[in-house]
């Protein structure tokens, strides 16, 4: 399976907002509510940041939302803060059988 | 709280196995599958597999068949991933992660080990 398409990178100034997609198929992100959303700084292991497309858990800042259009995810980080510099994965779940990620985008917060 | 301690780093000669292990607690340890998902240096991350805690089935990707075994030790709460054949681009850190869901696979994972370095080097 391919992995999912993200942008590379992407930058903005603190208390922006930014946006990044994530791209699948009708097979994937396309198919079920099963997407989710990592944060991941350097050396640690990912977080959990958005579930189930849009939902966050517990204790994760509302300045993280999600969305999904067809084939196509979305995280949006708002209101940018200098902790928030870091890789961000999206997933999805193909025929309930395997799991995808993305190809992860570095966020850089100038 | 739910934690995952994981073994520590491993070196390991081409064409040899690894067995990293993933000790859980803070919670019931057969209402949550585990995931295991790897990330090679500077690279992305890779689902390998998962297995239920409850019964030992587990489902893997097919791009590790035949290569990948994962276990567990209802009496320990540890789950165990061995791979074989080692090749140098299996060098990577390997991560388990609980599902989500109870007594279901979500595929979403809101707890990880701290990750094991296994470096693949003749």
């Known amino acids: 399976q391919s992995a999912l398409t993200q942008t590379a990178s992407v930058s903005g100034s603190p208390g922006q907002s930014i946006t990044i997609s994530c791209t699948g198929t009708s097979s994937d992100v396309g198919d079920y509510n099963y997407v989710s959303w990592y944060q991941q700084h350097p050396g640690k292991a990912p977080q959990l940041i958005i579930y189930d497309v849009s939902n966050r858990p517990s204790g994760v800042s509302d300045r993280f939302s999600g969305s999904k259009s067809g084939n196509t995810a979305s995280l949006t980080v708002s209101g940018l803060q200098p902790e928030d510099e870091a890789d961000y994965y999206c997933s999805a779940v193909i025929s309930t059988t395997t799991l995808v990620f993305g190809g992860g985008t570095k966020l850089t917060v100038l | ?122």
Not at chain 2, 54 to 60: C, E, L, Q, V
Not at chain 2, 64 to 72: K, S
Not at chain 2, 82 to 91: A, F, I, N, W
Request: charged share 15%; proline share 2%.
């Open chain 2, 1 to 122: 709280q739910v934690q995952l301690v994981q073994s520590g780093a491993e070196v390991k000669k081409p064409g040899a196995s690894v067995t990293v292990s993933c000790k859980a607690s803070g919670y019931t340890f057969s209402s949550h599958f585990i995931h295991w998902v790897r990330q090679a240096p500077g690279q992305g991350l890779e689902w390998m597999g998962v297995i239920n805690p409850s019964g030992g089935s587990t489902r893997y990707t097919h791009r590790f068949q035949g290569r990948i075994t994962m276990t567990r030790d209802t009496s320990t709460s540890t789950v165990y991933m061995e791979l074989s054949s080692l090749r140098s681009d299996d060098t990577a850190v390997y991560f388990c992660a609980r599902d989500i869901c109870s007594n279901g696979l979500c595929y979403m994972f809101d707890s990880w080990g701290q990750g094991a370095l296994v470096t693949v080097s003749s």
